[in-house]
């Protein structure tokens, strides 16, 4: 979001600078005087006065960023943007307690007793109760010893409303676009976005039209069995899909 503003900005700034101070139009208005016995007003004549109406502080720029629009080709999800302002000490110490609870709850399930039976009453006022089933993992408290971002382990990171885990992502190319054909954050301008429309237009009009027709030579089974055979892993025979497990035997 923060570069779709950025890109809008230049190019409104950009654009208004071409366009410049626009040429106010004239209007002509009534010249009034009063009349020398009656006192009355009357016209007397017309003059040409610039109309205000069209001045910049009052109907605003020619190009505002309001009526630029920006969508991206393929948008990713905020989650996964690797940014984690939003993610806080406070909100991760929410997290690790509620993740606590559920432990202290499980530990009385594994207890094998009722929550709501005396017999659980009489465990909680002696502390948590340890585990009776063999293996059974609990957790008795957690707490947050180093908070450090953007480290996380991806279940809490999940829990939090981000999801990146890459440390470096770099796309190489969309379609028959590559990076040489993208502009840099500093060559941002309303000149170079336009030289580089067209030089898009020229590499979709260079690529050959898709007439919507698909030819097919095999048959898509056909084309598994092909790999299947490549790998030595040869059918005999076809796979009954409604095989019971009991035998057809009927008779």
């Not at 009063?34 to 004549?45: D, F, R």
Request: aromatic share 6%.
């Amino acid at each position: 979001m923060g570069l779709k503003r950025q890109i809008v900005k230049r190019l409104c700034a950009d654009g208004n600078e071409v366009v410049g101070f626009p040429r106010l139009p004239t209007i002509k208005m009534p010249v009034v005087e009063p009349h020398e016995k009656s006192g009355a007003l009357v016209v007397v004549g017309e003059r040409e006065v610039e109309d205000y109406t069209m001045h910049p502080l009052v109907s605003g720029d020619a190009f505002r960023p309001e009526d630029i629009r920006l969508e991206e080709v393929h948008q990713m999800e905020s989650t996964s943007s690797g940014v984690c302002h939003h993610v806080t000490r406070h909100k991760l110490e929410k997290l690790i307690a509620r993740i606590q609870s559920d432990y202290r709850k499980r530990a009385f399930e594994t207890a094998e007793v009722d929550l709501q039976s005396e017999e659980a009453f009489d465990l909680a006022r002696k502390g948590i109760p340890r585990a009776r089933l063999f293996g059974a993992q609990i957790i008795y408290e957690c707490s947050v010893k180093r908070f450090h971002l953007p480290c996380f382990i991806h279940e809490l990171g999940v829990n939090l409303g981000t999801t990146a885990s890459c440390a470096r992502l770099r796309r190489a190319s969309i379609g028959p676009f590559h990076s040489s054909h993208a502009l840099l954050e500093k060559q941002i301008s309303l000149q170079n976005i336009l030289r580089n429309i067209e030089l898009c237009r020229r590499i979709m009009n260079s690529l050959g039209k898709d007439e919507g027709v698909i030819y097919e030579n095999n048959s898509p089974y056909e084309e598994v069995r092909d790999v299947v055979d490549g790998l030595d892993l040869h059918i005999d025979h076809e796979y009954d899909a409604m095989r019971p497990v009991w035998p057809r035997n009927y008779t």
